[in-house]
């Protein structure tokens, strides 16, 4: 499996998410260690700094392009076939926990925006895999949420403080430290971290997900 | 002869010329205003621009300002040779045009290879420059139909010369072009300019200095790149007032002020705009702007150098990039 964001397509799957940083640098590090005849392709956040620009008209816009609604308006808008129908049909949606109240949260989300929704079973209590229908077009959610209380960093945190016998804080500025003062590289520990099957034990959702999209059609 | 108000490029086809060989939809259509053509490296882009270079006076012998050669010579010497021009360097390509002149529509076929150049106007063969003017746009002057600005340093150079040509410069300066472009730069540079002028054989910008220094008068040379090319092109534009502007790379060495300043501009109505970019800040710029009669083309290329495009408008860029989705990085899998 290999993850993208602007080397050339097609890809088999978009990678949606809340927010951005963290993910992406989890999810380089590890997709190589699952199938590789996949392609992700990061869509990413890009809401909160694009939307600036629409802050003097519709200053709404700024607050709803992150988070769950955020992703959600992503997805319908990508759906849309005014635009040119995006051939993309499974889409891997990364949300953090504090932007994510329960499953129904979700669903709810998802109909409000005029999707019809249909849950294909759940594997895990923080991975849903929802089969979505918007107009013409029905896709495929796999949507992890990270973090036990909050976010994807908790997870980050717990894998260093496991590998290195460490007692990092589950923060951006304190994972971003620590790694500093020890000349270490997030992305080089997370790769240990996927050899050592410590991401499987750690993120197990993200885990399953992933084992999941093995079998999604290639493009 | 009458005098013709507006000559726009409606739909331009492109068959095994330079890199494309051909087109999915056979017409690429282009609107009255700004067309903005967006895609990877390599897809196209440029070509398309120098096609409708060509259309505009497809004759070896033509001079056109502002560079005093013909557009086929300019275009085989930013490729390395006159096969170039020819996808697989061999056979023949073809570019073909529908234009409105005056709401009049006329169409245009050249062929270039190993028959050398041949040209319709209509259905008929034409091979004298005059008899293409004057069947292309029922006008012949210096007026060139279209001005092409490569991203290219040497033609830089060539319009700083044809700038400071005595002539030339005389009509920016009853025109007051030489101090419209010096408020332009001004209102997005931290610098004062007024104006800009020709000192010892230079072209230089008139700056105001705060406290005791200066007026300073600066080599509009040693000026940024980005400053430099937008007052160069924007002084050649506006003195040469052609119906067609093609504008390769539109936002190399521009801050997004800049960048939405030259898009104003260009935008602005008073001519049909085809440029090419990769800059989000310059889509972006467009969604600010809005303007009218913008058309968004987007290129993709597929294993057998057939590129498909899709054109999206202003509103529809806008939602996309609204909702935190850069357009260019899902063409890809777009259905085009």
């Not at chain 1, 600036?52 to 992150?66: F, G, T």
């Not at chain 2, 800009?196 to 072209?203: E, I, M, N, S």
């Not at chain 2, 539109?250 to 960048?259: D, I, K, Q, T, Y």
Request: aromatic share 8%; net charge positive; glycine share 6%.
């Amino acid at each position: 499996m290999r993850l993208v964001r602007d080397e050339r397509g097609p890809v088999d799957v978009y990678v949606l998410t809340g927010d951005g940083e963290h993910e992406y640098r989890v999810l380089e590090a590890i997709v190589e260690h699952y199938d590789h005849s996949k392609m992700l392709r990061w869509i990413g956040r890009g809401g909160a700094e694009l939307s600036y620009y629409r802050d003097y008209r519709e200053k709404l816009v700024h607050a709803a392009s992150i988070g769950l609604e955020g992703v959600v308006r992503r997805l319908a808008r990508l759906l849309e076939s005014r635009v040119g129908a995006v051939k993309v049909d499974v889409y891997l949606v990364l949300i953090d926990r504090e932007h994510v109240a329960n499953k129904d949260a979700v669903v709810e989300a998802l109909r409000r925006h005029g999707f019809d929704v249909e849950d294909v079973g759940s594997p895990h209590p923080q991975y849903l895999r929802l089969k979505v229908r918007r107009g013409t077009r029905q896709v495929v959610i796999h949507l992890v949420v990270l973090g036990r209380r909050k976010s994807i960093e908790e997870h980050i945190a717990e894998l260093i403080n496991k590998m290195y016998n460490a007692n990092v804080g589950a923060s951006k500025k304190e994972i971003r430290r620590w790694l500093r003062a020890h000349g270490l590289d997030l992305r080089e520990v997370l790769k240990q971290a996927s050899r050592r099957g410590l991401i499987r034990e750690t993120i197990p959702q993200l885990h399953a997900a992933l084992s999941a999209l093995r079998s999604c059609k290639p493009a | 002869m009458s005098r013709v108000d507006r000559v726009t490029v409606a739909e331009v086809s492109l068959e095994e010329f330079r890199g494309v060989r051909r087109l999915w939809e056979p017409w690429l259509r282009l609107s009255r205003g700004l067309n903005v053509i967006v895609g990877r490296n390599n897809v196209g882009k440029t070509s398309i621009l120098e096609a409708l270079y060509i259309l505009a006076a497809p004759f070896d012998s033509v001079t056109l300002d502002p560079y005093s050669e013909s557009p086929l010579k300019l275009v085989s010497e930013l490729h390395g040779g006159r096969s170039s021009l020819v996808y697989g360097y061999a056979g023949e390509a073809r570019i073909e045009a529908r234009l409105e002149v005056d709401e009049e529509a006329r169409r245009v076929r050249v062929f270039l290879g190993e028959r050398g150049v041949r040209i319709y106007v209509g259905g008929r063969n034409v091979v004298e420059m005059g008899d293409y003017f004057s069947r292309v746009w029922s006008e012949w002057s210096k007026r060139p139909l279209a001005v092409y600005i490569p991203d290219d340093t040497r033609y830089y150079r060539k319009l700083e010369d044809f700038a400071m040509r005595e002539d030339v410069f005389r009509h920016f300066e009853k025109r007051g072009l030489h101090r419209r472009v010096a408020k332009l730069i001004s209102d997005v540079v931290y610098d004062r300019f007024t104006e800009v002028l020709v000192r010892r054989d230079r072209l230089a910008l008139r700056k105001e200095v705060g406290g005791d220094v200066g007026p300073l008068y600066v080599d509009v040379e040693s000026m940024g790149e980005g400053v430099k090319r937008f007052i160069l092109v924007y002084l050649v534009v506006e003195y040469l007032n052609p119906p067609l502007l093609l504008w390769d790379d539109v936002e190399v060495a521009m801050h997004p002020s800049l960048l939405r300043t030259a898009l104003k501009w260009l935008a602005s109505g008073k001519r049909q705009v085809v440029v090419t970019t990769h800059s989000l800040d310059f889509l972006q710029a467009l969604v600010l702007e809005e303007p009218r009669d913008a058309n968004i083309i987007l290129l993709k290329k597929d294993d057998e150098d057939t590129i498909r495009w899709k054109s999206i408008t202003v509103y529809e860029l806008a939602d996309l990039l609204g909702e935190g989705i850069d357009v260019r990085r899902v063409i890809d899998e777009l259905e085009l």
